[in-house]
C-alpha cells in the first residue's frame, strides 16, 4: 500500500484523491472548504479541514513520509507556490502541482516541484489528437520529450513481424505491447518474431517528434 497526501479538492484533486483511494491506497485529502472536505470523506483514508499555506500545520501530518503529494489549489498562484515551497522544505519525495500556463510551471519547478500537471492541456491534446488521426486510439503525453499512443496497425504493418517492420531502425520508436481483441489477450513486449494482426492495437512509445513520422501512415 502507498501513501499519498491530495491538497485541494476541487474537480480535479477530487477525482485524483477518489482513484488513489479506490486502487487500494492509504490518501489524505486536505482542503480549506469544509464542504469539499465531507464530499470526500467515503473516499480517503482521512479528510482535513487545513489551510496548507500554514507550515507547522503541513509538518504535524509527517508528509516526507507520503509516496507523493499532489498539489490542486485552483486559480490561485501564490497559494501553490507557497505550499509547494513549503513541501519541498519539508522533504516530501515525490510533489506533483497543477499548473495554469508555463510561467507558473516554471516558478513551480524552482521552488520544489518534481512533476507539473497541466490536466486540461494533456486531456485535450489527447482528444484532438485521436480525432484527427482515425488509427489513434489514444495519445498519453509521458514527457516534453516521450509520448505513448495506442494505434490500430497501418495496412503495411498488418502481417508482417515486428523484426521485419524494425520500427526502432525506421522510425525510432518501440512497440511496448500489443492488446489483441480476438482472443482478447495483452501481449506485453512482444517478441521480434509477433506477426502483426488487423485486429491488434498496438502500443508505441518514442519521441514526440518521431511519433509524428510514424503519424503519415495512419
Not at 531502425?169 to 513486449?189: D, G, H, M, R, W
Amino acid at each position: 500500500m502507498k501513501k499519498f497526501t491530495v491538497i485541494g479538492l476541487g474537480n480535479f484533486g477530487f477525482h485524483a484523491a477518489k482513484a488513489l483511494f479506490e486502487d487500494g491506497n492509504e490518501v489524505i485529502a486536505i482542503d480549506t472548504d469544509r464542504v469539499k472536505v465531507q464530499a470526500i470523506d467515503p473516499y480517503a483514508t482521512e479528510a482535513i479541514v487545513l489551510n496548507a499555506i500554514d507550515k507547522d500545520a503541513l509538518q504535524s501530518l509527517g508528509l516526507d513520509e507520503m509516496d507523493a503529494v499532489i498539489v490542486s489549489t485552483g486559480t490561485r498562484i501564490s497559494v501553490s507556490v507557497m505550499i509547494c515551497l513549503y513541501l519541498h522544505e519539508l522533504k516530501v519525495k515525490r510533489i506533483l502541482v497543477k499548473a495554469l500556463d508555463k510561467d507558473h510551471e516554471k516558478i513551480l519547478l524552482r521552488v520544489g516541484a518534481t512533476e507539473i500537471i497541466h490536466p486540461e492541456r494533456d486531456m485535450a491534446i489527447r482528444i484532438s489528437r485521436s480525432l484527427s488521426q482515425s488509427n489513434m486510439l489514444d495519445f498519453i503525453p509521458i514527457s516534453a520529450e516521450f509520448n505513448l499512443v495506442q494505434i490500430e496497425p497501418p495496412s503495411v504493418f498488418v502481417d508482417r513481424s515486428l523484426k521485419d517492420l524494425n520500427l526502432r531502425a525506421a522510425y525510432s520508436v518501440n512497440i511496448i505491447a500489443v492488446k489483441k481483441t480476438s482472443p482478447e489477450t495483452f501481449v506485453l513486449v512482444p517478441p521480434a518474431n509477433y506477426v502483426i494482426r488487423n485486429s491488434d492495437i498496438l502500443v508505441i512509445l518514442g519521441k514526440s517528434d518521431d511519433i509524428k513520422k510514424l503519424e503519415v501512415l495512419l
